[in-house]
Every structure is written in structure tokens, then in C-alpha cells.
């Protein structure tokens, strides 16, 4: 069986980090303490909430699932060529910017 070692920068790998880090420590009275912790409650629920919502994404009809892809793809392409033709006018200005002019 096969283990992937790579692991996903996703919050739930870094939730106690998250928590520890954003804690003030310097807090000693009672009830702040206690709506700093419930507002860190809810926030991590607001973000498991969304991770839910992220996977259990589904499209009202096929129509819309297949727009979707193609718009995908097409942004995809359109940065592709946004790409190549930096790389192209970079060639380009590169080639004639090191060419001896005789006049």
C-alpha cells in the first residue's frame, strides 16, 4: 500500500497552531477570556463550515456543470497564451536589443 508523504497546507493541519498563536496571554479576567475563546469557536466553525461547503459543492443542473468547465478551460487557455506571449516579447526584445548596428 502506497502512503503519500505529502501533506495538505489545509487549516485542519495547522488548527492548535492557529489557536496557540492568536491567543493573548496576557488576558486574566474571567469573562474577556471567555468571549475571546467563544469568538475563536466561531470562528473555526465559520471555516469547517466553508471546507464543507467547498466539498460538498454540487451544480443545480448538467448545463451549468458543463459551462463551468468550459469556462475553466478557457481561462486556462487564455493565460497560457498570456504566458507564451510574454516569453515570446521577451525573446524578441532580448534578440534585437544585442544587435550590432552598422550605420
Not at 501533506?7 to 496571554?25: K, P
Not at 469573562?31 to 443545480?60: A, G, M, P, V
Amino acid at each position: 500500500m502506497k502512503r503519500s508523504y505529502v501533506q495538505d497546507e489545509s487549516f485542519e493541519n495547522h488548527i492548535f497552531q492557529y489557536i496557540f498563536a492568536r491567543w493573548d496571554y496576557r488576558i486574566i479576567d474571567d469573562n474577556l477570556s471567555h468571549r475571546h475563546e467563544q469568538r475563536f469557536k466561531t470562528e473555526i466553525k465559520n471555516i469547517l463550515f466553508e471546507r464543507n461547503d467547498k466539498i460538498n459543492f454540487k451544480f443545480d443542473h448538467a448545463k451549468d456543470k458543463i459551462i463551468f468547465q468550459i469556462s475553466r478551460i478557457a481561462v486556462w487557455l487564455l493565460t497560457l497564451i498570456i504566458f507564451i506571449g510574454a516569453i515570446t516579447a521577451l525573446y524578441f526584445t532580448n534578440r534585437f536589443t544585442f544587435q550590432v548596428c552598422f550605420i
